[in-house]
């Protein structure tokens, strides 16, 4: 098995506890055995039996070493665009009158229906590209514009096939209760029946991780929104719910029984929410792309989430109505100014708490036993990268122990 020693660089490995911020590592040395970190540490005590086993010895140049980015919150596979209802919102139309005007996941879905497969997967490999631009090695994508079993699975298998042509790590969400199609218009209940049994089939298809929903006025309440929790549950698939967006619908709550990884949004959490997750050890992911595009004005309270103890998650959201977006570096920086995180606590957003928020707990830190993501940047402190607006500093990127082309 191959042995490549990285040295000559400075490492924040993102350990939690770490005495230094970021878990910072000056004079760092990684040794990669195969797709895994074997030994991360100070240069100067590198065990010299690695130096013996080493068969590729790489300079980074003085660069900063982080562990692969992940983008926790995604819908990526998507067909058509809603620029149109961008201009609708900047002429004073709300999201919510939008979304009730047939618009909004609406038309998305209708876009999504028409395209084919290959067309899908076009377009969505030009927004995985972009996220993959700067650094990000694991992505997840929802489905939830197809809305129907032969379109769900469209674009769940489009999902799937990205990483088969891609150097980068995709997991897949069912998110059909994203919203209601027009064909059941008043019919929502009927329409959870669909998507109960839409998700044994993709399941069994192995084309679903995770189970999703959207908990809003707008779309599903908390009682359908747990039918589809018990269903996945059944089926030993985890869950997550985009939750208190647009109000508190106590739908954290509800997901925290259901042991769900993360919660999404959030602007509208209240404390008792706030204190189910800290229990349940959900991640509160946030997506301030959304926010800023919608132009909110509600914060998610961010205070409250460090009261608890809640880890936070940052992500893209990349999606054709709220956050048109494949720039994660970007929501650094904006998590960072709209919503006050600190540098650190935003690098970690986009490492280590989202790896938990997707389950995945052999990635997201720079330490020996993870698998072998990093980037190499080329900046002289982690808080650069959330520090400038449209920059793009990544020198290379690391999947699997390799070099992403």
Do not use: W
């Given at each position: 098995m191959s042995v490549q020693v990285w040295m000559h660089c400075d490492a924040a490995t993102m350990v939690p506890g770490a005495q230094q911020p970021y878990g910072l590592v000056e004079n760092a040395a990684l040794v990669v055995e195969g797709d895994t970190l074997a030994w991360v540490g100070p240069h100067a005590e590198l065990p010299s039996e690695w130096m013996e086993r080493c068969t590729v010895l790489n300079d980074a140049g003085g660069a900063l070493i982080t562990p692969g980015l992940i983008d926790c919150h995604t819908h990526l596979v998507y067909g058509g665009d809603r620029a149109n209802e961008f201009e609708m919102r900047l002429n004073g139309a709300s999201y919510e009158d939008i979304a009730r005007a047939g618009g909004g996941i609406a038309s998305t879905v209708q876009a999504t229906r028409t395209a084919t497969a290959a067309e899908l997967q076009a377009r969505s490999t030009r927004r995985i590209k972009g996220l993959m631009a700067e650094g990000v090695t694991t992505v997840e994508i929802k489905s939830g514009y197809g809305l129907a079993l032969e379109h769900e699975r469209k674009c769940l298998a489009v999902a799937r096939a990205l990483a088969q042509h891609h150097a980068v790590d995709v997991r897949t969400t069912f998110l059909g209760a994203h919203a209601v199609p027009h064909e059941f218009a008043g019919r929502t209940d009927d329409y959870v029946d669909t998507v109960l049994q839409m998700l044994p089939v993709l399941h069994a298809e192995?084309?679903?991780?995770?189970?999703?929903?959207?908990?809003?006025?707008?779309?599903?309440?908390?009682?359908?929104?747990?039918?589809?929790f018990a269903?996945?549950?059944?089926?030993?698939?985890?869950?997550?719910?985009?939750?208190?967006?647009?109000?508190?619908?106590g739908g954290t709550q509800l997901a925290a029984r259901y042991g769900a990884l993360s919660c999404d949004h959030l602007e509208w959490l209240s404390a008792e929410g706030a204190q189910a997750m800290a229990a349940a050890g959900t991640v509160a992911v946030l997506l301030p792309g959304a926010f800023y595009f919608l132009r909110e004005t509600k914060l998610p309270p961010i205070g409250l989430l460090r009261q608890h103890g809640v880890l936070m998650a940052v992500s893209t959201d990349s999606n054709p109505g709220t956050s048109p977006c494949t720039s994660l570096l970007l929501m650094l920086n904006m998590a960072c100014t709209l919503f006050r995180l600190t540098p650190e606590e935003a690098l970690a957003g986009v490492t280590r708490n989202a790896a938990a928020a997707l389950g995945l707990k052999d990635r997201g830190v720079l330490a020996a036993g993870k698998r072998a993501d990093f980037v190499l940047w080329d900046v002289q402190r982690p808080a650069e990268l959330s520090y400038a607006l449209g920059g793009n500093p990544r020198i290379q990127?690391?999947?699997?122990?390799?070099?992403?082309?």
């Open positions: 192995g084309l679903v991780d995770a189970v999703d929903g959207f908990c809003e006025r707008i779309a599903f309440s908390t009682a359908q929104m747990e039918r589809v269903s996945a549950q059944a089926l030993g698939l985890p869950v997550k719910l985009h939750a208190e967006q647009l109000s508190d619908s990127t690391i999947f699997k122990g390799q070099e992403v082309s």
